[in-house]
């Protein structure tokens, strides 16, 4: 009888060591998917990445590295726009210099 129990309990064994490589390999596939979906996404910014970074070289800058405003390029602003704009201006330059005479 001690053959059969030693067989029965290598047999338990052996399948309780095949339960564990069956998870073993699930968890495996599923971290290898993961994996695949991360490099593609990480492709993905990577190529996003170097489309911005020639988008920014191909921007205007200046020295201090802000971006030159053009607002006065003719195209964003109307004529009429553009006065009331100039008129603000110039009442704001006003004001400023009314306050520091007094």
Known sequence: MSGEIKYD????ELQVLEKQVQLYLQKNYQVSEAYRELQKKYKVLEQ??????????????????????????????????????????????????????S
């Open 48 to 101: 996003e990445n170097v489309k911005l970074k020639k988008k920014l070289q191909n921007e205007n800058f200046d020295n201090s590295g802000e971006k030159e405003l053009k607002i006065f390029d003719g195209k964003s602003l109307s004529d009429r726009e553009r006065d009331n704009l100039k008129k603000k201006i110039n009442e704001l330059i006003e004001k400023l210099d009314f306050h520091l005479r």
């Open 9 to 12: 309990n290598l047999m338990k």
